[in-house]
Nanobody, 125 residues
Framework: QEQLVESGGGSVQAGGSLRLSCTAS????????MAWVRQPPGKEREVVGI????????YYADSVKGRFTLSQDPAKTNLWLQMNSLKIEDTAMYYC??????????????????WGQGTQVSVSH
């Protein structure tokens, strides 16, 4: 059973930066894609960004393009999300997720099977 553990959340002022980390308990299989998914207060989970199983292709939600960047180590045991120019609306619980993804585009939160416990990001004025 894959275990994902997130860290790096916190409180920051608008315009600031945070870097989230996700560590997998075992090396993610080459078929798994990994993602950051967030859940704002009172809203449903939404995919922020995905790095696909090839380790090269990425997907970002329109709301974070140009501000957030995904990266992963070659062993696929660590996934990072660099968040710059943070906005109030980025406030959410951020989850690391992983799974084999099929042909559905764009992938949604329901397409992921493995989840971490989440790390809170709060952005204030």
């Amino acid at each position: 059973q894959e275990q994902l553990v997130e860290s790096g959340g916190g409180s920051v002022q608008a315009g600031g930066s945070l870097r989230l980390s996700c560590t997998a308990s075992t090396s993610i299989t080459s078929e798994y894609s990994m993602a950051w998914v967030r859940q704002p207060p009172g809203k449903e989970r939404e995919v922020v960004g995905i790095i696909f199983h090839d380790g090269r292709d990425t997907y970002y939600a329109d709301s974070v393009k140009g501000r957030f960047t995904l990266s992963q180590d070659p062993a696929k045991t660590n996934l990072w999300l660099q968040m710059n120019s943070l906005k109030i609306e980025d406030t959410a619980m951020y989850y690391c997720a992983a799974n084999y993804l099929g042909g559905k585009w764009p992938p949604g939160a329901g397409d992921f099977y493995y989840w971490g416990q989440g790390t809170q990001v709060s952005v204030s004025h």
